[in-house]
Every structure is written in structure tokens, then in C-alpha cells.
């Protein structure tokens, strides 16, 4: 072997290695680049929508693309501006039409009402208006002053709402006065506000403009808004109970975006607020009725059956048999009607503690203006609502600590304070004379 085919032969297996050595690095580098391409794949779900208004002549897009692009963005990705529905759909009237402005020519609403929306959306209205968080929403607060006859007829006509129609409503609301309830229960309650033209409700409450997404509207966190806090913790129940966390641990993988009314246990296999109380699930239709699937009015101190409470059953049912079996529910039902029956004579004791204060003036006509007050009102608008709640929504530590246990002690605090003031005014043996007779 001569010195230069030795040559050769190290300078040939130099190159082999140098071309083996770019070889791996073209390699590792397609797949990082592969790589990098799925996964911005899998962050936009690989259907990332596009900006539908982008090259839009219309007039309203191309001067607010200027002045407030946020909204050209938002409005832009959803599906109705893909559907070609256009800002003056929602947006523009006529002349002296109730609540507009003059705008560019034209004459604009600021805050389209719900009577907009139900020109291509008649039924999600007409299921809205029929619904508590319709009219009744409003007059929680405001009563029934003011009210044209065609809302009341409306709100005659909702089976939920002319339960107690004209009650006295929550004193606080005139204790508090406006400066503060405008930031409080009008925030909540407005959802179910009359506009100027008459219509019902705010849409937007849960679609957020100008998004309009399907995605925001069923997540839970769109009605925890409202939804939360001593006296109605569905969102804190949720959160404890299995459906919330499996919704908190694996929900991000599920498919939020499922055309309305195709819905199934595969896009959600878990319940949601929306899948219980809203959503098209299965077998069961969609609806914007939130009373349609329940059968007792929890909310009242003592609670009452639904007028459709059967039918209603059947249909919440429907929804629990997407994932589970019948014995399973049966059971469950027959659990928790007992656990209301059960509150429901606690509030009942709690009534009868107090009466004799009421029947010998032992307690200030003014409400809410001694502590006694707020301990009657706390025993069954926080504590005994809030057990109830828990039991329905598999919210244990809400039945027990924050609901039964509170309201025991309420209990004791009414009976102590009864007794005390009885005795003060001497007749407390007669009042616990009565009592004996009574029982
Ligand atoms: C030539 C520019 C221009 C055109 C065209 C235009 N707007 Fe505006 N619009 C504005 C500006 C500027 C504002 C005020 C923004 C602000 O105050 O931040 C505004 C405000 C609004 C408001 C809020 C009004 C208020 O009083 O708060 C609405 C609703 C609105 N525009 C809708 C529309 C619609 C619908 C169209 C199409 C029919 C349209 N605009 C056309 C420039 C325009
Ligand atoms: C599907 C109905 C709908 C469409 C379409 C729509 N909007 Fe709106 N818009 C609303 C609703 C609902 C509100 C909120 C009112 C409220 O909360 O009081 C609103 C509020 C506004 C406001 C005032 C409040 C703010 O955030 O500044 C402006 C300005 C506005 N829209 C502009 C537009 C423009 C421009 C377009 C078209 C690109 C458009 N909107 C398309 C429903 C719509
Ligand atoms: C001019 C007709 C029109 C008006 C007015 C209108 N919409 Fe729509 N909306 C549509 C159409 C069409 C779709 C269906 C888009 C699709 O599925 O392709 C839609 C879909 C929707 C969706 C489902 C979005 C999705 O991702 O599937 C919501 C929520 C919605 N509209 C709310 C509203 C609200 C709230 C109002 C009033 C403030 C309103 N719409 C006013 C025509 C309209
Ligand atoms: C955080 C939102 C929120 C605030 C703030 C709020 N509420 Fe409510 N309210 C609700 C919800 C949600 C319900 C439904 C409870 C249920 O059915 O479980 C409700 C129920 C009621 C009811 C019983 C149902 C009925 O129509 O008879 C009345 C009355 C009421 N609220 C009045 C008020 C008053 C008055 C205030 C202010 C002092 C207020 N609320 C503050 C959300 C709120
Ligand atoms: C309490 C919250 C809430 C309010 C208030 C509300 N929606 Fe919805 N809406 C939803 C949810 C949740 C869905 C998704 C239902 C599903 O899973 O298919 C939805 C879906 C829709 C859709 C898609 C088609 C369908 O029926 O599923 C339209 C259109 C719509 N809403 C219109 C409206 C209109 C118009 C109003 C006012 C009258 C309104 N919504 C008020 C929660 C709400
Ligand atoms: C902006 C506030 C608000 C939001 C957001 C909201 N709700 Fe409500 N909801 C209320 C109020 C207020 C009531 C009680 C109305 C009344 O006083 O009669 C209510 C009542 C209800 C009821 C009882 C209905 C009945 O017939 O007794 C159900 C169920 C309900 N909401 C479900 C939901 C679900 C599910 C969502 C989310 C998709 C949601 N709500 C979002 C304010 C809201
Ligand atoms: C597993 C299904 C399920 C889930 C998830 C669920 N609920 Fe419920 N909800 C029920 C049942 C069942 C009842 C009691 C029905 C009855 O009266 O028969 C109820 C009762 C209610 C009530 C009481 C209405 C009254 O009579 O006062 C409200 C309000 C409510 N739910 C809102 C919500 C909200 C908000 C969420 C999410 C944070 C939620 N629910 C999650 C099944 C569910
Ligand atoms: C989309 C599917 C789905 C729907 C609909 C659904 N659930 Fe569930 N549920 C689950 C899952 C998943 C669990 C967690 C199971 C576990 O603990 O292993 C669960 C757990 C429960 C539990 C707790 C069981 C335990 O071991 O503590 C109860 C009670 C329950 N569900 C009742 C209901 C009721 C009542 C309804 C209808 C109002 C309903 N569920 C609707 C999926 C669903």
C-alpha cells in the first residue's frame, strides 16, 4: 500500500464522517423544525380562526379599526362576523328609536338590546325572557314599579317569576340606597333589566363582546359572576365537588368549540354549570330557560315544588344518564329531596322560636336594625339556601360547615336571645307554656 492511497484513504473517511456529520444535523434540524410546527399547531388547536374583517370595506370596520381596534379584533375572530353578520346588525336603528345616538350619519345603539339579537336568535330569546334570569332578575330588586303592561304580562307569565310576584323584596336593597346597590345587586340582577325599547335582559352578562365565544359563554367561570358568594356558592360547591375537578384538572383538552346542539359526554365528559342548567347535552336539547330542569324553588326560605317540577326532573335526569346509571340518580334524587324536607323544618323551628317575640312586640318594626335580624335572615338565606345547594352539587364541606353547622348555631343564638328577652319582659313561662301546648 503506497503512502498516497493511504492518503486518500483517511482524507475519503474524513469526508464520510463530515458528510455523516451534516447529514445529522440536517436531520435534527427538520425534525426541530417539524416540532416547532406542531406545536404551534396545538396551541391554536390547528383551526386558529382568522381575522374575518381584515380586508373588510365596510364603514364602521374601517374607521373603528382605528379608533378602537380591540373591537375589530375581538368581533373579527368570532363566528358571526365569519357568517358575515356586520357591526350594523346589532348596532344600528332608526331615527328616534329608544335609547340611540346619532352616529356618522346614522343613528346607533350603544348597548344593543336583546330585541336586536332576537331578529336572528328568536328562540335563545323567547327562552330567555321565560326564564328567571329574565324579568324576575329585575324585579328582585327593583319590584314591579314602572313596568309596562307587556312586561308584566311577560312576567306574569314565567311560572317561576309570579312565585311571591310582588313580595317585599330583599329590605336591604332600600337600606343600602342607590350609591351603593349600582355597584351590587343591580350588577347581578341586571341581566334580566328592561332596555328603553322595551326588550329584556343583557345577552352580554354571559357573552362577553365582542367575542361572542362559545368557549367563554359554557366554561363556569362565566356564571361564577354571579353565581357565588354565602348566599348562592354554586361556584365554590362546584369547585369541591368531582364534576368541578375534573373540569379544573383535565379541561383544558376538551372541546369547547362543538357546534350547539351536537354536544356528548366525548367534547365534555365531565358536568358543567352549562351542562346541567343550559346546554344541548346528548339526548337533551339546549335551552335558555334556567328553570326548565329543576324541580324545588331552593332559593325561597322554605322550599316549595316547581309547577312543572316532573317534566322538569325528567329532563335534568336526562342529563345525569349521559354519564350515569339510573339506580345511581334515582338514589341520589330521593337523598337529596330528603335533605330539603329536612331544612325545610329547621326554618320552620327557627320561625317558631321567634314568633312569640312577634306576637307580644318584642321586636323592632324596622328590618335589619338589630342583630336578632340579620341572625333570622343569616339562618336560612346563607346557611339553609347554602346546604341545600351543597347537597344538589355535591359540595359536602357547603352541606356541613358552611351550611347545617352554621345554621345549628343560628339556632342557638335565636333561642337564647328569644328566651332572654321573654324573661325580661316576664313571660317567658307563659311563652314556654304554649310552646308545650303547641307540640
Ligand atoms: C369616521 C369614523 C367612524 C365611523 C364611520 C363609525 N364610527 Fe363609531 N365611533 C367612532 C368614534 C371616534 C367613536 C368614539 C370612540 C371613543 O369615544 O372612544 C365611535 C363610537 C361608537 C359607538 C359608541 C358610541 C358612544 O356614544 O359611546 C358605537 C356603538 C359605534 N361607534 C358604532 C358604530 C357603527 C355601528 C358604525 C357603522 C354604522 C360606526 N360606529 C361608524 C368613529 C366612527
Ligand atoms: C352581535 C351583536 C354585535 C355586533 C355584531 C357588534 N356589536 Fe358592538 N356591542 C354589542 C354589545 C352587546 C355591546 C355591549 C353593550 C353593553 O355592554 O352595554 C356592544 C358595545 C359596543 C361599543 C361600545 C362599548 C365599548 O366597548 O366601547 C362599541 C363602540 C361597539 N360595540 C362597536 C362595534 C363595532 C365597530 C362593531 C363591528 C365591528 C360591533 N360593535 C359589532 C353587540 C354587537
Ligand atoms: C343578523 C343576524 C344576527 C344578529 C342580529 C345576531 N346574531 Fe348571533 N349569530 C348569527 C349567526 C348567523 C350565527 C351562527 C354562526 C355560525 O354558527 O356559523 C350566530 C351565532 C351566535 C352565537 C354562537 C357563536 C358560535 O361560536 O357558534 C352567539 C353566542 C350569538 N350569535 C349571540 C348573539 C347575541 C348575544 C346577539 C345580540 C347582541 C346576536 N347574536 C345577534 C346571526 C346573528
Ligand atoms: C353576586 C351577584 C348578586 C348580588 C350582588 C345580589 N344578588 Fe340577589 N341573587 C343572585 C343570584 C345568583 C340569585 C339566585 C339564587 C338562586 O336561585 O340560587 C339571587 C337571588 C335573589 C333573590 C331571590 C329570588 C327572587 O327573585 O325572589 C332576591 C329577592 C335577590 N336576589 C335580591 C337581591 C338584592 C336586593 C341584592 C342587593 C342587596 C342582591 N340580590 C344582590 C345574585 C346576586
Ligand atoms: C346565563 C348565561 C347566558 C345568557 C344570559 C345568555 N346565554 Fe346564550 N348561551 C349560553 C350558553 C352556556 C350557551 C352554550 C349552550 C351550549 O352548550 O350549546 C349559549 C349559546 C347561545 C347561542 C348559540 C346557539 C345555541 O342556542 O346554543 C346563541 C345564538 C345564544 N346563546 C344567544 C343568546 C341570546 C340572544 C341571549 C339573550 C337573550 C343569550 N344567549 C343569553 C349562556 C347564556
Ligand atoms: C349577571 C349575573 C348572572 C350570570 C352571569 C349568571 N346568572 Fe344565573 N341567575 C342570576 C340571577 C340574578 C338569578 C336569580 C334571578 C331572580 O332573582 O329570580 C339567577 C338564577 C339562575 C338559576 C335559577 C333559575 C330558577 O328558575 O330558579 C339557574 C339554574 C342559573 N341562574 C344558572 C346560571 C348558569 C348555568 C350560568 C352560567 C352559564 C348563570 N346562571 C349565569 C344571575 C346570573
Ligand atoms: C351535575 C349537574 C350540576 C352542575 C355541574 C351544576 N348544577 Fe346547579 N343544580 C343542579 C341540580 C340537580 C339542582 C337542583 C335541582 C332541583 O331543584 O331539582 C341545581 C340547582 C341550582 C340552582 C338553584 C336554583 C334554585 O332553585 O334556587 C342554581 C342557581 C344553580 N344550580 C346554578 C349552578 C351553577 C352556577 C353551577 C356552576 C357553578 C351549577 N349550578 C352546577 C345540577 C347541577
Ligand atoms: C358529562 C358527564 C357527567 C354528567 C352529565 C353528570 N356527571 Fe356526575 N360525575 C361525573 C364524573 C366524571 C364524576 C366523578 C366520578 C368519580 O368520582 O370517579 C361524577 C360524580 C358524581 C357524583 C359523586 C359520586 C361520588 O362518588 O362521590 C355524584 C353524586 C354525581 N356525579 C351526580 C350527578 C348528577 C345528579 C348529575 C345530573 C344532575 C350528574 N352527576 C351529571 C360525570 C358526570
Redesign the pocket.
Known sequence: MSENTQQTGWLSAGRVLVIALVAVILVLGVILVVMAVSESDAVSGGTEKVNALANSDNECVDCHERNTPGIIQQYGHSTMAAADVMCEDCHEVEEGYPGSVEHEGTYVLNSPTSAMCQDCHTQEVREFEAS?HGLPAYVAYNGTAGMTEDQMAEFGAIPEGSYAPDKSRNDIYAIEGEAVTRFACEVCHNVGKPAPDGSTGQCQKCHLRHDFSLEQARK?ET??Q???GPD?P??E???E?P??IAYMTMGHDWNWEAEPGTLTVEDIP????????MSGFGETATTHD??E????????PI?ER?PA?ES??VR?QG??LECHNDNFIDAF?TD?DLL?EHINAWVVESNEVVQPLKDNGLLTAEPFDEPIDFIYFDLWHHWG?TA??GA???GPDYTQWHGAYELLRNMAELKEITNERLEDAGLLEEAEADAGEDS
Open positions: 328567571r363556569p356564571c361564577n354571579c353565581h357565588i348562592h354554586q361556584w360547591i362546584y369547585q365537588s364534576h368541578g365531565a358536568a358543567t354549570c352549562a351542562v346541567c342548567h334556567v328553570g330542569r329543576l324541580t324545588w324553588y331552593l332559593f325561597a322550599s316547581r317540577w322538569n326532573k335534568m342529563v345525569c334524587y337529596g330539603v339556601r341545600k345547594f344538589w352539587m355535591q
